[in-house]
């Protein structure tokens, strides 16, 4: 899975993860930090991207090697996530290892052209959603832009997916994936579109250190 991926998208993988048995990880790419001088906290981080806190409290295992868990015959799916900065030849004997391939993204990898299945998905930019900053704290995105041709939304189009595999997922707008996510999570218990806002607000174990620096 992509760590750009909406918290979203992000559940709905990992309910397919869970119910086929399976195993969920990502990678981060990383760079040197750049503070900005003169305002507080906000810097370039090391961690090059937005929901690395929302993809880890979806369950998603953080590692600089997502493939070696991947067993001869396993189904692998690629979510958001090209793996271009994996060795070519590591992908490549992945997609060799796997009994077939579920790309989920914006493009194809070259190294997945056999895929079994091609679901064309929109960005952050192109669609509604929300994201769990480094701090705990969950926040909205707006769209910004349409997305091209076919592509849909990350979390409808993972909703089709659970469907197709007949799970109850009539989601159609974010924010009913956004319900489902919360009340599965307690970590995001009690949230919805409404109380987020444009300012968020803090899961559950970002509360507990909130309320102490406050004390």
């Known amino acids: 899975a992509s760590p750009m991926l909406s918290n ?37 981080r090391a961690e090059r991207a937005a929901n690395v806190r929302g993809a880890e409290l979806m369950g998603f295992a953080n590692s600089d090697s997502p493939l070696d868990g991947l067993g001869a ?13 994996l060795d070519p030849g590591v992908a490549a004997a992945a997609a060799q290892k796997a009994g077939a391939i579920v790309v989920v993204g914006t493009a194809l990898p070259a190294w997945a052209q056999r895929a079994a299945a091609v679901l064309p998905i929109t960005n952050m930019a192109e669609e509604e959603g929300t994201f769990t900053n480094v701090h705990g704290r969950v926040q909205r995105f707006l769209q910004a832009k349409a997305g091209p041709g076919l592509a849909r939304p990350s979390w409808f189009v993972l909703a089709d997916l659970l469907g197709a595999l007949g799970e109850s997922t009539n989601y159609f707008l974010p924010a009913d994936a956004f319900a489902a996510l919360a009340s599965a999570n307690p970590e995001f218990g009690g949230m919805s579109y409404d109380t987020l806002g444009l300012k968020g607000s803090p899961v559950a174990s970002a509360q507990t250190v909130e309320a102490g620096a406050g004390a």
């Open 73 to 85: 015959g396993d189904v692998l799916v690629v979510a958001g996530e090209e793996l271009a900065s």
């Open 8 to 44: 979203e998208a992000l559940h709905l993988l990992a309910t397919l993860v869970r119910r086929s048995g399976g195993k969920g990880t990502f990678r981060v790419d990383r760079g040197p930090e750049a503070p900005l001088e003169g305002v507080e906290e906000l810097s370039l």
